[in-house]
């Protein structure tokens, strides 16, 4: 392969606008999780522009394969993933660049991720005939909720027609300066459990509490006790959180409620763990349930499984993205008790997922990410498209030395 990373950072930078162009319409019409059909669409039309052979996959994602020369029909695919949904937030207003799809927002920076896998292609289509292998894109939707967009393609089969050497995905991190990168071998992102516990009882009167079990008074007791199972019940080396945002229950002050339900989220940096938590709150749960005398129903919907960067593959992608930008530009990732669906795909194949720096000088770029204010510098949008197409570049170079 003649191809440098000078080259690949020649291209992106020369791409910019277009990658402006590109993520600023993407911005503007949001479409939330399953419902991208817009998105879809506009992704397509910049493929065929390209040249590029896609396909639907997910109902509302797409997938394909690029070739370069001289690519074995049976070879081994990387593959490059971005997410394409937003989430029901209000964007702030005084935004140079604003959703026009009131109460949808990419609050997560979806566009950004589809712009740079898109800026990618477009070099990786543009050097096609210097460079060997096959590289799999994919856009996947429904990223922000449950059961993920990942899980809906790996029914379809379809990566499992082919064989595949990874997946690389990024994420953009407000905390990074644009220019700046971020990865780190093992489990670096949580698992993620939705908890959904309803406590039952005849109800009756306040004044006669007496008369009847108190659902209200189980379910205080309740979200209290389960805080043992992150506390007193976890192996104390091992990340976790249990947290609870939603309490309902009641109708009026001197009622004592037929029913309170609760609803929370189970974090967790190790799968084995992971399941015996699931144990143990099924267990607290029938166990506070008995000694107030009221039934309790326990749901545990699981989420996105813990995300495991390969060791192997994560340490040659930081080798590419340390000759794009500089080993001073590529710094450990911390690991993050959010999680992602990107975690769904490494359980099938090596898989590495970097943070991609969108800070920039003052606060507009640097408000968190699912808030209304939420920004990137410009320059942020060259630099994934680069390191996406440059960390394929030097995985199908390894290849071909090999």
Same mark, same amino acid.
């Given at each position: 392969?003649?191809i440098?990373?000078?080259d690949?950072?020649a291209a992106?930078q020369?791409?910019a606008?277009?990658l402006?162009e590109?993520?600023n319409?993407?911005?503007?019409?949001?479409?939330l999780?399953?419902?991208?059909?817009?998105?879809?669409?506009?992704?397509?039309?910049?493929?065929?522009e390209?040249?590029?052979?896609?396909q639907?996959?997910?109902?509302t994602?797409?997938?394909g394969i690029?070739?370069?020369?001289?690519?074995?029909v049976?070879?081994p695919v990387?593959?490059?993933?971005?997410?394409?949904?937003?989430?029901?937030?209000?964007?702030?207003?005084?935004k140079?660049?604003v959703s026009?799809?009131p109460?949808?927002m990419?609050?997560c920076?979806?566009d950004?991720h589809?712009?740079c896998?898109?800026g990618?292609?477009?070099?990786l289509?543009?050097?096609s005939a210097?460079?060997?292998?096959?590289v799999?894109?994919i856009?996947q939707p429904?990223?922000?909720?449950?059961?993920?967009?990942?899980?809906l393609?790996?029914k379809?089969?379809?990566? *499992?027609s082919f064989?595949?050497k =990874?997946i690389?995905? !990024?994420h953009?991190h +407000? &905390? $990074?300066?644009?220019?700046?990168v971020?990865?780190?071998?093992?489990?670096?992102?949580a698992?993620?459990?939705?908890?959904?516990i309803r406590?039952k009882?005849?109800?009756?009167?306040?004044?006669?509490?007496?008369?009847?079990p108190?659902?209200?008074?189980a379910?205080?007791h309740?979200?209290?006790?389960?805080?043992?199972?992150?506390?007193r019940?976890?192996?104390p080396l091992?990340p976790a959180?249990?947290?609870?945002?939603?309490m309902?229950?009641?109708?009026?002050p001197n009622v004592i409620?037929?029913?309170v339900?609760?609803?929370g989220t189970?974090?967790?940096?190790?799968e084995?763990?992971?399941?015996?938590?699931?144990k143990e709150i099924?267990?607290?749960?029938e166990?506070v349930?008995?000694?107030f005398?009221?039934?309790? *129903?326990?749901?545990?919907?699981e =989420?996105y499984?813990v !995300?495991f960067?390969? +060791? &192997? $593959?994560?340490q040659?992608?930081a080798?590419?993205?340390?000759?794009?930008l500089?080993a001073?530009?590529v710094h450990?990732?911390?690991?993050?008790m959010?999680s992602e669906?990107?975690?769904?795909?490494t359980?099938?194949m090596?898989?590495?997922?970097?943070?991609?720096?969108?800070?920039g000088?003052?606060?507009?770029h640097?408000?968190s990410v699912?808030?209304?204010?939420?920004?990137?510098?410009?320059q942020s949008?060259?630099v994934?498209a680069?390191?996406?197409?440059w960390a394929a570049?030097y995985?199908a170079?390894q290849?071909?030395?090999?």
């Amino acid at each position: 392969m003649n191809i440098t990373a000078s080259d690949v950072l020649a291209a992106a930078q020369n791409l910019a606008p277009r990658l402006q162009e590109w993520r600023n319409h993407l911005h503007r019409y949001p479409e939330l999780s399953f419902q991208e059909y817009q998105t879809q669409a506009w992704i397509a039309g910049r493929l065929r522009e390209m040249g590029i052979a896609f396909q639907p996959v997910a109902s509302t994602g797409l997938t394909g394969i690029l070739e370069g020369r001289r690519s074995q029909v049976e070879g081994p695919v990387l593959w490059l993933r971005a997410d394409m949904d937003a989430l029901p937030i209000t964007e702030a207003p005084e935004k140079p660049c604003v959703s026009e799809n009131p109460g949808v927002m990419h609050a997560c920076g979806h566009d950004v991720h589809t712009t740079c896998l898109l800026g990618a292609l477009y070099i990786l289509k543009n050097l096609s005939a210097q460079w060997s292998g096959r590289v799999g894109f994919i856009f996947q939707p429904g990223e922000e909720v449950l059961p993920g967009g990942a899980s809906l393609i790996l029914k379809e089969g379809l990566l *499992e027609s082919f064989p595949s050497k =990874g997946i690389i995905g !990024l994420h953009v991190h +407000p &905390d $990074l300066d644009a220019g700046q990168v971020a990865l780190s071998p093992g489990p670096v992102m949580a698992s993620s459990d939705e908890l959904y516990i309803r406590i039952k009882g005849p109800g009756g009167h306040a004044a006669l509490p007496h008369l009847v079990p108190d659902t209200l008074l189980a379910a205080a007791h309740l979200l209290i006790t389960l805080q043992q199972v992150v506390s007193r019940r976890r192996p104390p080396l091992l990340p976790a959180v249990l947290s609870f945002g939603k309490m309902t229950g009641g109708t009026a002050p001197n009622v004592i409620p037929q029913w309170v339900e609760l609803a929370g989220t189970l974090r967790c940096m190790d799968e084995n763990w992971r399941r015996q938590a699931h144990k143990e709150i099924t267990h607290i749960v029938e166990s506070v349930a008995q000694s107030f005398d009221v039934k309790a *129903e326990c749901q545990i919907l699981e =989420g996105y499984p813990v !995300l495991f960067n390969h +060791p &192997d $593959l994560t340490q040659k992608v930081a080798k590419a993205l340390s000759e794009l930008l500089g080993a001073d530009h590529v710094h450990p990732m911390q690991p993050r008790m959010t999680s992602e669906d990107f975690a769904t795909y490494t359980r099938l194949m090596p898989g590495c997922f970097f943070r991609l720096g969108t800070g920039g000088p003052g606060s507009a770029h640097r408000h968190s990410v699912h808030t209304a204010q939420f920004d990137i510098n410009p320059q942020s949008l060259m630099v994934g498209a680069a390191s996406l197409a440059w960390a394929a570049l030097y995985l199908a170079d390894q290849e071909e030395a090999d």
